[in-house]
T-cell receptor
């Protein structure tokens, strides 16, 4: 059974608008929640993370929100830019440092 | 280069053959991870090294898969008697090895088993 679920395989957003990517997880024992970005033929690149003791972390255009009671994580990108078009993986990391990834959401930024 | 490198970038082999995939981690990173990404899926954990020893190999699918890291730097993932279902992108990542430290991924090796 999937521990990390990204229910939207793809998302299209107009350039300049806000992109919101969502993720649900099943286990409350994770220490860190992560977002990775992946371009074709490249490995995943770390984007932003949040510790389980926080509910928001912001880094420039990227903000991650954590709702522990709902076991829900979201990534907000504002304003969206053409270079943001990529596959975004939600992931969780426990004390054993293994990362468990979701299936990814392909984000298309439309001109 | 400063990043994680993996060779070859692409490998095509026939069913039943043996393959080796190589990973060069970032210098100074003590932790090294192998993941496998099948089509339409996210990367899935295979094995984790802390130094030379395999700290966790619970993700290896069966005994045809084996990985080594003899000197605590370069790692080789070995797959015996390859099957078509082994076709995937094999990703390597490294980190400083402290709890919660960021993992940096290589570009991956795309393995195709015909």
């Amino acid at each position: 059974d999937q521990q990390v679920k990204q229910n939207s395989p793809s998302l299209s957003v107009q350039e300049g608008r806000i992109s919101i990517l969502n993720c649900d997880y099943t286990n409350s024992m994770f220490d860190y929640f992560l977002w990775y970005k992946k371009y074709p033929a490249e490995g995943p690149t770390f984007l932003i993370s949040i510790s389980s003791i926080k509910d928001k972390n912001e880094d420039g255009r990227f903000t991650v929100f954590l709702n522990k009671s709902a076991k829900h994580l979201s990534l907000h990108i504002v304003p969206s830019q053409p270079g943001d078009s990529a596959v975004y993986f939600c992931a969780v990391q426990g004390r054993d440092d293994k990362i468990i990834f979701g299936k990814g959401t392909r984000l298309h930024i439309l001109p | 280069g400063a990043g994680v490198s993996q060779t070859p970038s692409n490998k095509v082999t026939e069913k039943g053959k043996y393959v080796e995939l190589r990973c060069d981690p970032i210098s100074g990173h003590t932790a090294l991870y192998w993941y496998r990404q099948s089509l339409g899926q996210g990367p899935e954990f295979l094995i984790y090294f802390q130094g030379t020893g395999a700290a966790d190999d619970s993700g290896l699918p069966n005994d045809r898969f084996f990985a080594v890291r003899p000197e605590g730097s370069v790692s080789t993932l070995k797959i015996q008697r390859t099957e078509r279902g082994d076709s995937a992108v094999y990703l390597c990542a490294s980190s400083l090895g402290t709890s919660g430290s960021r993992q940096f991924f290589g570009p991956g090796t795309r393995l195709t088993v015909l």
